[in-house]
């Protein structure tokens, strides 16, 4: 499977914001946003390019893409779904992005990142309603119970991450067990549980044409 090998650090320069992409890291000022806020490579430092339309589209695809760690196939078949359900297309899609599996790890801070959240269930780490669930894409729902599975329950990583997340908000729509290393899916996230700046309508935009 094609992903993202080199250093992702450059991503967040190429989008001109934090991804969020290194967990802690993006809060110290070792972040390279912090350090080189211009896009990489030999001509970043002369300009960032001024875009207008398709481009400021691209760009927030691009971005959102990047966030959550998925390929552009997988992006396109989440829209599409999205675009056939009853509700806000651009909303129903971010809805899907956060229901993730490897992203609900990381909101409930047993993981630093989501990719870290990906490489920890594809390890088999993690059970949704009693059931080992070794894919990432999984799409958690409402009423979803996820906990760690009894044979990593002293995971030495899982525990450092749950203990240096203690401070870290829960999302609203999910119920968390710290000290029992199990969470509960209450209901379907909204919108404004998602702190990203994203603009989901230009996707929707992009996608429409």
């Not at 211009?38 to 400021?56: A, N, S, T």
């Not at 390929?71 to 809805?95: D, H």
């Not at 080992?132 to 999984?138: A, E, L």
């Amino acid at each position: 499977m094609a992903r993202q090998m080199g250093p992702v650090c450059r991503l967040c320069r190429r989008e001109g914001t934090k991804l969020f992409l290194k967990g802690e890291r993006c809060h110290t000022e070792k972040c390279a946003i912090e350090r080189r806020n211009f896009p990489p490579g030999q001509h970043g430092k002369d300009r960032r390019p001024r875009m207008l339309g398709y481009g400021v589209q691209l760009r927030e695809k691009q971005k959102v893409r990047r966030i959550y760690g998925i390929l552009e196939g997988q992006f396109r078949r989440y829209f599409e779904k999205a675009a056939v359900k009853k509700g806000i297309t651009g909303e129903l899609l971010l809805q899907y992005l956060e229901r993730r599996l490897d992203n609900v790890v990381h909101r409930i801070g047993l993981a630093a990142s989501r990719a870290q959240g990906r490489q920890a269930v594809r390890h088999g780490h993690f059970q949704v309603n009693g059931r080992k669930v070794n894919i990432p894409s999984y799409v958690v729902k409402p009423g979803d119970v996820l906990e760690v599975r009894p044979g990593s329950r002293e995971n030495k990583t899982l525990l450092a991450n749950r203990d240096s997340s203690a401070h870290q908000a829960v999302p609203t729509w999910i119920e968390l067990d710290r000290d029992n290393l199990r969470a509960k899916i209450l209901s379907n996230p909204q919108r404004q549980d998602i702190a990203q700046p994203i603009q989901e309508q230009l996707i929707v935009e992009l996608y429409s044409k």
